[in-house]
C-alpha cells in the first residue's frame, strides 16, 4: 500500500512538470523529496502498528499458557494505548491472583501435613490421589501412596479395618492395634467433585486419646464433688470429736475415750483418703527441665531394687523429674508387691531405650503373676484397685502424669509370664 502511494505521488509530480512548463527543475525535485518523506511517515507507522499487533499476540498467547508475567510496553504516541494499559492491568492482576492462590495452597499443604487427622483422596478409578503425612505414615511406612490402588494398600491392612473403612457417612469403631489394646477411630468419608470427576475423601482420626482425656475430666469433677461433700461433713465431725474427747475426760469415761479415739483415727484417715484424690484432681502442668538419667536412677535405686537392662540414655529428655520419678516409683512398687510370693527369687528388670526420631522408651517389668483381663482393662481407673487398702490412685495418677507429658502408659502380660509397663515419653 505504501509502495502505490509513492508510485503515485511521483507520478503526479511528474505530470504537474510536464504540464506547467515554467517550473524549474528544482520545484521536481522538492515535490519528489516530500513524496518519498511522506511514503517514509507512512511505512514507520505501518511497522509499529504491525509490531503492536504482533506483541498484543503475543501477550495473548503467554496469557493462554498461563504466563501472566507477561507486559507490553506503551508507547505515548501509539492510538491503542489505552489497550494495553488495560492489557497490562488484567495481566498484573492475574500475576497477583495467582500468587494469592499459590500461598493459599502451600498453607493448606501445610496444615494438611501437620495434621494428625488422616486425609486421603481416592478418584473414579480406586487410585489415591492425594495422601498427608499421617496417612503415609499410616499405610505404607511414612512412603508416598500417591498413584496406588486403594485395593493394593488395602491389601496390607486388618480385614475388620478395611471392612470399616467401606463405611459411608460418619462412624466410629474400635480395632485392636499390635499390643492388644483397644483403639477407638472416627471415620469421615464422604464425595468430592474435582475437575468434574468424582472423588471419594476420607477423614480418619484416633479418638482414643481423647475419649480418654474425657474420661479423665468426667472422674476429676466426680471427685471434686466427692470431696467437697465429704469435707463438709469431716470437718464438723472432727470438731465435735475432739469436743467428745475433753468430756470423756472429764468424765473420767475410758470408754467413751477409746470410741472418740477411734473416730478421730478414722478421720483422720478419710481426711488423707481425701487428700490424696485431690492430688488427681488438681494435678499441676509439668515443669519440664533436662532429666539427668544417671541421677534419677541412682534415687530409684536406693528405694526399690532392680535391675538395668539396657544402657543409661546419654540422650536427655526435658520433662518434670519429681512427676516421672512419682511414676516409676510407684510401678517398681507396684511389681515388687506382684513378686511378695516368690521370695528372694523375683527380679524386677527396668529398660529405657531411645527412638530418635521420636522420643523415650521406659519398660518396667516383673515375674510375677500379671494381670487378668478385667484387671487390665480398668487398672487405670481412679477408684478401682485389686488390694484390700489400695485407693485405686496411684496407676490413674501415673496415668494424668505421663498424659500431660503428651506420652503413653500402658500394660501388657509377658509372654514368659509376669507384667510389662510401658512408658512412652516423646521429644519436644
Known sequence: MLLIVFIGQVIFSVATYMFVEHHPWWILSAGVGLNIGIAYVLYKKDKQRKNADRSLEQGLLSLMDSDFSVSIPIDRNENRQAVFELFNQCADKLRKERQHLYQREMLLDKVLNTSPVITFLVDVNQKVI????????MFNHGNSILGYRWSDVCANLNADFVQALQQNGESIFT???AHGEEQAWHLAKSGVRIHQANNTLYLLKSITNELSRQEVQTWK????VISHELNNSIAPISSMCHSGQLLAQNLEEPRLDRVFGSISRRVGHLNEFIKGYGALSKLKMPD???IDWRILLEQLGTLYKFTLVTEVPEVTISADEHQIEQVLINVLKNAHEACTDQGDEHVVLLAINVDV????????SDSGPGMAPEVLENALLPFYSTKHSGTGLGLALCREIIEAHQGKLSFRNRKTGGLAVSIFLPFD
Open 130 to 137: 492425594f495422601a498427608n503425612r499421617a496417612a503415609e505414615l
Open 357 to 364: 526420631q521420636n522420643g523415650i522408651y521406659i519398660e518396667v
Open 175 to 177: 480395632l485392636k492395634d
Open 288 to 290: 519440664k527441665h533436662p
Open 221 to 224: 469433677k466426680v471427685i471434686r
